[in-house]
């Protein structure tokens, strides 16, 4: 089953729309201009957001997409002026030229690992996804898209997908007899910390003590015999 190219373009009184799961394709600019659809959920059998397939929804705040999808389109999400909340699925390998410009209202967007090409040939040169997106886009360490965005000198944080944390430990407090402890661990990855409680002591090591005082009683009775 097929949504066609154009099928619902400049439909602007259209404020939502139940895609049948049976749905595959989802042709380009079929929802362009609807600008008063404020939320959509793709079908799980689409794999491909073609192009301009949301240009323009400036009413649009949420999309769900589903987790097969493969390929993101140019100008697939232009000018979505209020979408604020955009989850990519672990499955998307390519995001196209201008996906997220004029998104004003995407103050972050987090790119999976699984993507390899954010950018296409536009117009005899290569255009990147992000072209005219002020937003912070968030990636993996050691990913494509990190590699990317430090090339592009594009605004970007490297994040861990899974932390890797170190065996060593910086101790914070030491533990006694009545309280716990605290160490601190260190992500060998991205350098992220986090503290965990060390256990009250079952025993104190004699050079941790602290002797009070010893009262001297010297005997002075008869010898025992």
């Known amino acids: 089953t097929e949504i066609g190219t154009y099928s619902f373009e400049n439909c602007s009184n259209i404020t939502s729309i139940d895609i049948p799961d049976s749905v595959r394709i989802i042709g380009g600019n079929a929802f362009k201009g609807c600008k ?15 192009g301009s397939t949301f240009m323009e929804c400036s009413s649009l705040e949420s999309i769900t997409l589903p987790d097969g999808l493969d390929n993101i389109g140019w100008y697939a999400f232009y000018n979505c002026s209020s979408l604020s909340n955009l989850t990519i699925p672990d499955s998307v390998r390519k ?21 390899n090409a954010l950018e296409d040939y536009f117009l005899f040169s290569y255009v990147s996804a992000f072209e005219d997106y002020d937003g912070l886009i ?16 594009l605004n970007y944080k490297a994040i861990c997908k899974e932390h890797v944390w170190s065996e060593d430990y910086e101790v914070i407090k030491e533990p006694t007899l009545r309280e716990p402890g605290l160490a601190e661990y260190t992500c060998e990855v991205c350098g992220d910390k986090k503290q965990e409680e060390i256990p009250v002591l079952d025993t104190m090591p004699i050079e941790n003590a602290k002797i009070r005082g010893i009262k001297d009683k010297t005997h002075t009775g008869k010898p025992v015999t």
């Open 138 to 153: 968030i990636v993996y360490y050691g990913s494509f898209a990190e590699t990317y965005c430090k090339e592009k000198g």
């Open 36 to 50: 008063s659809l404020t939320s959509i959920e793709i079908p799980e059998k689409v794999t491909v957001i073609n």
């Open 95 to 115: 995001i196209n030229a201008y996906a997220f410009s004029g998104c004003i209202s995407l103050e972050s967007v987090l790119i999976p690992d699984s993507v």
